[in-house]
């Protein structure tokens, strides 16, 4: 062997142990770890829908393999939904079917959209991504009726 390619082979191998020893170091030393997929921000570990006002809510949809989180919502007609989705896993997709919704759900971030349910009826969501074995599965449904009727059904989500 080349004394050269002896140099190279040394060098690389002192430089693992050294990248190795970094990593060692920031993640028990300075416990500095990878980032968990989801959002750890306070409406993404507490309720998933909640009122902000009259006939306005703010939903936290989170999307996991091979479900969504909520997977039916019911509100009163007329509702404005500020709506933030977000993934567990991998990239998912968030279609409403009849409103001009169309987000993409990523896992450790968080994406936006204020909807407005102006007509009674049943508003399907999927997933627009292929995400696997059982990505047909992912949907879901936002129930828009008649605030009597919710109040008889025991009341939004
Ligand atoms: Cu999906």
Aim: contains cysteine.
């Amino acid at each position: 062997m080349d004394k050269s390619e002896k140099t190279a082979l040394s060098l690389s191998g002192i430089l693992l142990v050294v990248f190795f020893g970094a990593i060692m170091y920031a993640s028990i030393a300075k416990n500095i770890d990878v980032p968990t997929c989801i959002t750890d921000m306070d409406p993404f570990v507490s309720d998933t829908l909640f009122e902000t006002g009259s006939d306005s809510y703010e939903l936290h949809m989170v999307a996991r393999m091979w479900a969504f989180q909520p997977s039916t919502v019911r509100l009163p007609v007329g509702s404005t939904v500020d709506l933030y989705v977000t993934s567990q896993d991998i990239i998912h997709g968030f279609k409403i079917d009849r409103k001009n919704v169309n987000l993409m759900a990523v896992p450790g971030a968080i994406n936006y959209v204020r909807v407005t349910f102006d007509e009674p009826g049943e508003y399907l969501y999927a997933c627009h991504e292929f995400c696997g074995a059982a990505h047909h599965t992912m949907a879901g449904r936002f129930i828009i009726e008649d605030r009597n009727d919710l109040t008889d059904a025991g009341g939004p989500l």
